[in-house]
């Protein structure tokens, strides 16, 4: 991969960190972005940073207009910046349902919306981080999935719209060691769990070889094809665990 104009949210913690030190080390030109990236990440020749709140269009605006100055266009658009919650559902809460749907979601299909007006027939690449979750639900994170769930439905519909050399590129990580499950005190780690530099990784040869689907653990692509019957299994043991936590 040639060096390529990048526009990552997401980019302070987690998987968008290592994600931004694998490309950064590649030599691409990179505009990074979260909402508190300022100060955290230390600009550089060729690395730009901006804080933005990609639950708001406005800001999701400013944030592809401050990119095309800094970058001239925009090759890739990896829309990484999201988060969950882990609990029992029990009380209707129409805000927190907009609001994880606002910034899962809504962000990366308006990003790639804005990619495709931006580039018209030119190539370019929308990169999505979405979880493993997206094809199997787990008890104690249905807002969750249902957001990944959401992407992978409108990713997989999107590409026919797409031409020659645009992609719409979706990445599905199982559990990876961040920040959340330090958050989230309560919330067991699923089994298996990934470092977000092994996510890094697949990602950038995901997006080399362009490939729609990226999986970063071979265990789950495995287990996705061939044994699917031993997702309920482990559904019913996360939803004894989660049962605990709310009694």
Not at 190 to 197: D, T, V, Y
Request: proline share 5%.
């Amino acid at each position: 991969m040639n060096s390529k104009k990048i526009l990552l949210t997401g980019a302070s913690s987690g998987i968008g960190k290592a994600l931004l030190h694998e490309l950064f080390q590649e030599g691409h030109h990179i505009v990074a972005s979260s909402r508190t990236i300022e100060g955290k990440i230390q600009e550089k020749d060729h690395l730009w940073t901006k804080n933005a709140d990609v639950s708001r269009p406005e800001q999701i605006d400013d944030l592809f207009q401050f990119a095309q100055e800094k970058l001239g266009h925009i090759d890739i658009y990896i829309g990484n910046a999201g988060y969950s919650y882990y609990e029992k559902i029990e009380n209707p809460d129409w805000q927190k349902i907009q609001s994880i749907f606002e910034t899962n979601v809504y962000s990366v299909i308006y990003g790639a919306e804005k990619m495709k007006a931006l580039n018209n027939d030119r190539p370019f690449q929308v990169i999505c981080t979405a979880s493993a979750m997206s094809y199997f639900s787990l008890p104690g994170y249905a807002l969750y999935c249902s957001t990944k769930a959401a992407l992978r439905g409108f990713a997989d519909s999107y590409r026919y719209e797409l031409g020659p050399g645009q992609y719409f590129q979706m990445v599905y990580p199982i559990a990876t060691r961040t920040d959340f499950f330090k958050h989230e005190k309560e919330a067991p780690m699923p089994w298996p769990s990934q470092s977000p530099e092994k996510v890094a990784k697949k990602i950038v040869k995901g997006i080399k070889n362009k490939k729609n689907h990226i999986y970063p653990s071979f265990l789950f692509w495995i287990m996705k094809h061939i044994i699917p019957v031993s997702f309920k299994v482990y559904a019913k043991i996360e939803y004894r665990k989660l049962k605990k936590i709310s009694q």
